[in-house]
């Protein structure tokens, strides 16, 4: 009943830009806190960002920081991630995922409940 559904991912140069965005429905999504993670090919899948339910609070895995931006618009039941300055090493499938918790931000995968099918990132050099 929950669904996320991320788009914007594709083929695009280093240096070039993309936003990812990410539609929830089946929630109340201005209840939930948001995450973005990405799994490149044969690795672990590994936190990218994460925005509290009212975006007052954000953070990112060390990899990516000054370079992507979580967003999110309450009103579309959005989220967004911004991503400037792309590397090949950024490639991945990158997921979206949301949790109903009143808590800050998480890093940590296990704490989602909801994620969604994932949209392919290629970095080409």
């Known amino acids: 009943q929950v669904q996320l559904v991320e788009s914007g991912g594709g083929l695009v140069q280093a240096g070039g830009s993309l936003r990812l965005s990410c539609i929830v429905s089946?929630?109340?999504?201005?209840?939930?806190?948001m995450g973005w993670f990405r799994q490149a090919a044969g690795k672990e899948r590994e936190f990218v960002a994460a925005?509290?339910?009212?975006?007052?609070?954000?953070t990112y895995a060390d990899s990516v920081k000054g370079r992507f931006t979580i967003s999110r618009d309450n009103g579309k039941n959005t989220s967004y991630l911004q991503m400037n300055s792309l590397k090949p090493e950024d490639t991945a499938v990158y997921y979206c995922?949301?949790?109903?918790?009143?808590?800050?931000?998480?890093?940590?995968?296990?704490?989602?409940?909801?994620w969604g099918q994932g949209t392919q990132v290629t970095v080409s050099s």
């Open positions: 995922a949301a949790d109903r918790a009143f808590l800050r931000a998480s890093r940590q995968e296990y704490e989602y409940d909801y």
């Open positions: 089946g929630v109340a999504f201005s209840s939930c806190r």
């Open positions: 925005i509290s339910r009212g975006g007052g609070t954000t």
